[in-house]
């Protein structure tokens, strides 16, 4: 690996609550760290280059849980 990134708890809660309320994509929490992390390391890079994330978990565990809750 080249690096690692802090990505805190909430960071992750709101990214994951934005990617299902504006894309209907239901991510995990890790998943969610995960793609912050990239979003951050895209912007550091620059234009025309390009960031891989992968989404280990999917957010099926959160239904039952206010990760979801849109109104």
């Known amino acids: 690996y080249d690096g690692v990134r802090r990505v805190s708890s909430e ?3 709101e990214l ?3 990617i299902g309320g ?3 994509f ?3 929490i890790s ?3 995960a793609i912050y ?3 951050e390391v895209a912007k550091e890079l620059g234009s025309g280059k390009k960031v891989l994330a992968l989404a280990p978990d999917n957010g099926e565990r959160y239904l039952s849980t206010t ?3 849109f109104e």
Do not use: D, P
């Open 31 to 33: 998943s969610a760290a």
């Open 16 to 18: 994951a609550r934005a």
């Open 26 to 28: 239901l991510v995990g």
């Open 67 to 69: 990760l979801y809750e």
């Open 22 to 24: 504006a894309e209907g």
């Open 11 to 13: 960071e992750a809660f």
């Open 37 to 39: 992390a990239a979003i």
